[in-house]
């Protein structure tokens, strides 16, 4: 059985920064690419990040480019999203999500919500 | 970046209703085009890719269609458990990936 579990949520003053973890099982980890996708509150989804099998692709959005690293541990099973200069428009559900095709999400996991607030 | 357009923002229908869902792109993708349902509470689920593929698992009553830039989501007969936010999304030429805005599927 196909398994995400994200960590790392929480409420955080904007400026600060948060670690949020992505646990996978049930596959062949280092075989698939990892995206994360988010969604604010009464929005919609928007993605985030991916970083490839070995770790040497990654991309992310505009919204997040220079302010987020995306990494992952292949020995552990884990990806990692480095949330820096968290801004209040960074309040949302965090999801991970495996790659199917370099660019389809199959399966996600259930959310870590993160609150960026003063 | 590519510009996915969702109508109608929310469908009110009945249990064994058909539902059709449109997604137009803002350029040509191909067939490179997702759908995927969103319940409260729980992780999203991918239902179509390649604009026409049935994901593992999802049951016969959804199908897609489309290519260029007007794709198709449809429901042949809806179930309760189908009442649902549906999106699609794109993976031409990115980054980034974006995805349309959304339809709610809601129970009349």
């Known amino acids: 059985q196909m398994h995400l579990v994200e960590s790392g949520g929480g409420v955080v003053q904007p400026g600060r920064s948060l670690r949020l973890s992505c646990a996978a099982s049930g596959f062949a980890f280092s075989t698939y690419a990892i995206h994360w996708v988010r969604q604010a509150p009464g929005k919609g989804l928007e993605w985030v990040a991916v970083i490839s099998t070995d770790g040497s692709i990654k991309h992310y959005a505009d919204s997040v480019r220079g302010r987020f690293t995306i990494s992952r541990d292949n020995s552990h099973n884990m990806v990692y999203l480095q949330m820096n200069s968290l801004r209040t428009d960074d309040t949302a559900l965090y999801y991970c999500?495996?790659?199917?095709?370099?660019?389809?999400?199959?399966?996600w996991g259930q959310g870590t919500l993160v609150t960026v607030s003063s | 970046e590519i510009v996915l357009t969702q109508s109608p923002a929310t469908l009110s229908l009945s249990p064994g209703e058909r539902a059709t869902l449109s997604c137009r792109a803002s350029?040509?993708?191909?067939?490179?085009l997702a759908w995927y349902q969103h319940r409260p509470g729980q992780a999203p689920r991918l239902l179509i890719y390649d604009a026409s593929n049935r994901a593992t698992a999802i049951p016969a009553r959804f199908s897609g269609s489309g290519s260029g830039t007007d794709f198709t989501l449809t429901i042949s007969s809806l179930e309760p458990e189908d009442f649902a936010v549906y999106y699609c999304q794109h993976r031409s030429n990115w980054p980034p990936l974006t995805f349309g805005g959304g339809t709610k599927v809601e129970i009349k």
């Open positions: 999500a495996r790659d199917k095709a370099w660019g389809w999400f199959d399966p």
């Open positions: 350029q040509s993708i191909s067939n490179y």
